[in-house]
């Protein structure tokens, strides 16, 4: 291992052989061997001679990379900057001087800077992927049979609505949620299965510090019925412990679909959605 006085007096001649244009590996061979980050360390500072760095197609990155240096960026943020390899940067800008450390404050401001660069930059790329994908997969569906739609209208009944359990039997077609466009579903679905629209009343669920009256006109749109169809709303006790999401003017609660007289489409949606789920 080179003393303190062994390493001063490797720097001040590598300094001057790279001050005279000698090239890495000709200092190397004139100074004896040497580990890369020894030398590179010794010229820390120090500008390669302008013969050593070969025009090319990222000589434009490279000198905004040096200028990011200069200004105090690491590694990473440089990297992130540009588009390029951490390695790059570390190619380019490791004869520069270190950056000043910088304060944890400094450090958190210029991570948060970054990320933010970064999604402000990813955020649209990834919705477009997000979109092509969306459009794609709705272009492999196209129009519903009525068959499709009873196999669609069924599943859906068995996830979101009501079912008899052991211990009680209704046979009663109930379905509840707060999706609109899975309540348009469900109205499709009840139309192939030929059930009338007078056979439907709405119940809407919502807190009780909500906007009932909006909720109502908002579902009475998406459904097409009735006034006299909807029943008296069920109001949600508000707890102010809890910090809720569903708040604002887009929130219009939970509407609930029964069905009159529904035992036969009951068991019917049983069989579906048995027959579905059993392959056949």
Known sequence: MRTKQELELLRE???????????????????????????????????????????????????????????????????????????SVSLWVRDLPRPARLSYAECRKRSAEGTKRYWAAERPVREARRAADRAAAAA??????????????????????????????????????????????????????????????????????????????FWSEITGARRDQFLTPTLKRHNPKTVRKNTGVDYHGCLRIDVNRSSGLYRQIDGWAGAIMSGG
Not at 24 to 43: C, E, F, W, Y
Not at 143 to 148: G, K, N, Q, Y
Not at 173 to 196: E, H, K, W
């Open 140 to 217: 492999q569906i196209g129009d519903l049979t009525d068959r499709e739609l009873l196999i669609a209208g069924a599943i859906a009944y068995w996830c979101e609505g009501t079912k008899n359990k052991p211990h009680r039997r209704s046979d009663r077609v109930i379905f509840t949620n707060s999706d609109p466009s899975l309540i348009r579903l469900f109205l499709r679905f009840l139309d192939a299965a030929g059930t009338p629209p007078t056979d439907l009343s709405f119940r809407i669920c919502i807190h009780e510090n909500a906007d009932a009256e909006s909720a109502q006109r």
């Open 13 to 87: 001649q590598a300094v001057t052989l790279r001050r005279q244009g000698k090239s890495l590996r000709q200092i190397k061979q004139i100074l004896g061997p040497m580990s890369n980050v020894t030398l590179h360390d010794a010229l820390r500072g120090v500008p390669p001679p302008d013969w050593t760095l070969r025009p090319n197609a990222k000589d434009e990155l490279r000198a905004k990379a040096r200028n990011l240096r200069a200004e105090g960026m690491d590694y990473e943020e440089i990297a992130t900057a540009l588009g390029v390899a951490k390695g």
